[in-house]
């Protein structure tokens, strides 16, 4: 008879092993399992804004390609580019309209990387500077050419200067990125 409690015991202390070897076993599972989803998350692309990731580059490229894009808009740019001095100005207005658009949709993603102050002065210059093709080309007389609305679109970014659309748009994308730059830097 004094071999069933013997025996229970034996059993009882078994059970007890196999009970702590499986939680040990649990939490060197739970374990593994966790730092192999931290191993994962970091092979993932950052997030924009994330400080320990690559935010801050994909932020300063955005500011870089909305610099490009007011360059790109303005008119010394567009007048370079597009104009065919013996065309009539309507040719040259419509091809400047069109580039502009075309270069704001192409960038148009990147207000997700940039303040709301930046993207919206990139807006407020884009429909600025549409606003004055059309202004002055529809001041030239009938039969004007090309080069007549260019030089006048130059003119009068001349005399504006630093109060011109694009040239705001410019101040305020540099000194955002001057800024992001400077608290990356602390």
Not at 33 to 41: E, G, H, V
Not at 55 to 76: F, I, K, N, T, W
Not at 127 to 138: G, K, P, R, T, Y
Request: aromatic content about 6%.
């Amino acid at each position: 008879m004094a071999f069933w409690p013997v025996f229970r015991l034996i059993f009882h202390l078994c059970l007890l092993a196999l009970v702590l070897a499986g939680l040990v076993a649990l939490i060197f599972l739970i374990r593994y399992l966790a730092r192999d989803s931290i191993l994962q998350k970091k092979d993932l692309p950052p997030l924009p804004g994330n400080p320990g990731g690559d935010g801050l580059s994909l932020q300063l490229q955005a500011y870089e390609r909305l610099v490009m894009l007011a360059d790109r808009m303005s008119p010394r740019q567009l007048v370079r580019r597009l104009v065919q001095p013996d065309s009539p100005a309507r040719d040259l207005q419509i091809a400047m309209l069109q580039a502009i658009s075309m270069e704001f949709d192409h960038n148009v993603t990147q207000q997700v990387y940039v303040s709301p102050a930046a993207w919206e002065s990139i807006c407020n210059a884009r429909e600025q500077q549409v606003s004055l093709i059309n202004d002055l080309a529809d001041r030239l007389p009938e039969g004007a050419t090309a080069a007549e609305l260019g030089r006048k679109l130059i003119h009068l970014e001349g005399e504006q200067g630093a109060n011109y659309p694009m040239q705001i748009a410019l101040v305020i994308l540099r000194a955002e990125a001057s800024r992001l730059l400077k608290a990356h830097r602390s």
